[in-house]
């Protein structure tokens, strides 16, 4: 790019104002927790500002969640002529694994997901094969995490939404596993180990960073790559979703004491959970190609780059020490890639990538909470 730096501001993404705003709501929130027990549940309370809320009722406890893609459709638009509609597939998958990564974090494994494709006019069904691929990619994302799709809206939106392009979002409804308490990081302590799950690529993060820099390049989203794939083809990677490890993990009797799906705000959510401690990171998985592209199309240093993208990590998961080897090993019988990445310590909440020097300290992640 030029001499200045992309960033997330320069994108229209500020995140402290983003945070600010969740943190008032939440405490908004709480004040409807009563309301519940008049349909015969009770809310916990301390789940208020984890990943998804959790719930009882009729004598289980739930998890729900509700999510979007962010701006990632606006490439799937822009690579269409070039790509051809196999791009609506994959955000549509993309918005499945936002919305149930999500929900996997509290231990709730997805049974019923909803989807919410909003476009600027009904004309957006008109071109032939895309809403083809845009559902189908949803329910392959729904069969990817074991859940029904329950139903959904599909508004038109004119004025809000531009004429030829679709927002997606969506919802899920999960259940945790008979017995599992819900991981709201209750038990997460110093001495717990720190496993991360490798990543595809973009996910369902750093959308309007890749946009900004796209504008920016000579080619744009043609632009090739090392490998010699397209920038915009790579930035449509699917996304991984997890549900498979987590189920497994839980069916084995391996319960985390947290888990953090790394979206927005890079490996600063590895401190998701407001205790004091520090996490201490001595290894880390490979950079995907597209994201080592982004970065130094970018500009950004590796401080910025950690703290905006995931960096080839999609997933952490915190378990009490011994664990983390069960934890590979089922890893890799579900056909993921994972480490054992470091521990968790005492100390200031803060995150220590050891292998960069870099620190983050608590007060660059406030998300808020019960």
Known sequence: MNAER???????????????????????????????ARRGGSALDRSRGAPA????????????????????????????????VAGYANIAYDTVAAIVGDLICVGALPAVASAYFATGSSSWYEEEGRAEALVAGWREGCEEA????????SPALADLIAPEEVELAGSALGILPEGVEPILGDRLAAGDEIVLVASSGLHANGASLARLVAKALPEGYMTRLESGRLFGEALLDRSVIYVRLVE????????????????????????????????RITDLPPV????????????????????????????????????????????AECGYEALRAGTVEEGERSVLLEPLGLEYVGSELELGGA
């Open 53 to 84: 809320f959790t719930f009882e009722l009729a004598g289980r406890t739930l998890g729900l969640v509700v999510e979007g893609l962010g701006t990632k459709s606006l490439i799937a638009s822009a690579v269409a002529e070039q790509l051809g």
């Open 248 to 279: 497994a993990l839980l069916a084995a009797g391996i319960v985390p004491t947290y888990i953090s799906h790394i979206t927005g705000h890079g490996l600063l959510k590895l401190m998701r959970s407001p205790k004091a401690l520090r996490y």
């Open 146 to 153: 074991g859940c029904a799709w329950g139903g959904g809206e």
């Open 6 to 36: 992309a960033t997330y501001r320069q994108a229209g993404v500020d995140y402290d104002l983003l945070d600010a705003a969740k943190r008032h709501a939440v405490a908004e929130a709480l004040a409807t927790s009563a309301l519940l």
């Open 288 to 331: 995907p190609e597209v994201l080592a592209a982004l970065t130094r199309y970018a500009q950004l240093d590796q401080r910025s780059a950690y703290k905006t993208l995931n960096m080839g990590a999609g997933l952490a998961i915190c378990l009490p020490a011994g664990d983390a080897p069960r934890v590979l090993a089922v890893a």
